[in-house]
Each structure stands twice: as C-alpha cells, then as structure tokens.
Nanobody
Framework: QVQLVESGGGLVQAGGSLRLSCAAS????????MAWFRQAAGKEREFVAS????????NYAASVKGRFTISRDNAKNMVYLQMNSLQPDDTAVYYC????????????????WGQGTQVTVSS
C-alpha cells in the first residue's frame, strides 16, 4: 500500500501562485508514476499533470501547460505541483495519485489516491 497526503491548497487571487505538495509513504518503491488530478464542483475529475517516479518524464493537460509544473523529490518521497498564473477556472479539489504500472492520463489507471486539497481562485 501507498499512502498519499496532499497539502498547500488555499485561497488565492487570479494571477497568483500556489504550490501543492504530496507526501508519499508506505511501499513507494512500487510506484511507477505520480499525477495530479482535479475535480471542480459538479464536474468530472480531470487530469492535470503526471511524472514518472524514476525518469522524471512529465505530461500536462493542455489547459495548464506553461502555467503549472510538476516535480518530484525521490529522496523525500514528495511530489509537487507549482501553479502560476492561476485563474478562477482552476478552482477545484486537487488530488495526488500514484500508479504502480503505467504513466497515463486516465484516472482509472491510478492505484492510490490522496484525500484532496481545495484550491480556490478568486476573480
């Protein structure tokens, strides 16, 4: 099992920045890739960004590319999401997820999930 705990959410004005953190514990050696997803009220969960645990390859949703940066610190078992130029449409609960076998945008392929952290962007 892998446990994931997100932190760093909050309220920010449009144009501002936030950095989300995800602390992984447990059988982290089994993790192949990590990702961030988000879910706005009344909407489906959507892919934001992903990173492979060993090679650091990254992938981003078109809506956040150029504004968000995903990174990881293997020594600390941490994954981060730096979010810049935030807009009201970025308001959502952000979830950290881990996959044992694939590097993908599909939420259904991720094996472990955190509890989520709320990000609210005011206009």
């Amino acid at each position: 099992q892998v446990q994931l705990v997100e932190s760093g959410g909050g309220l920010v004005q449009a144009g501002g920045s936030l950095r989300l953190s995800c602390a992984a514990s447990g059988r982290t050696f089994s993790v192949y890739a990590m990702a961030w997803f988000r879910q706005a009220a009344g909407k489906e969960r959507e892919f934001v960004a992903s990173i492979t645990w060993s090679g650091g390859n990254t992938n981003y949703a078109a809506s956040v590319k150029g504004r968000f940066t995903i990174s990881r610190d293997n020594a600390k078992n941490m994954v981060y999401l730096q979010m810049n130029s935030l807009q009201p449409d970025d308001t959502a609960v952000y979830y950290c997820a881990a996959s044992r076998a694939v590097w993908t945008v599909g939420a259904g392929r991720y094996d472990y999930w955190g509890q989520g952290t709320q990000v609210t962007v005011s206009s």
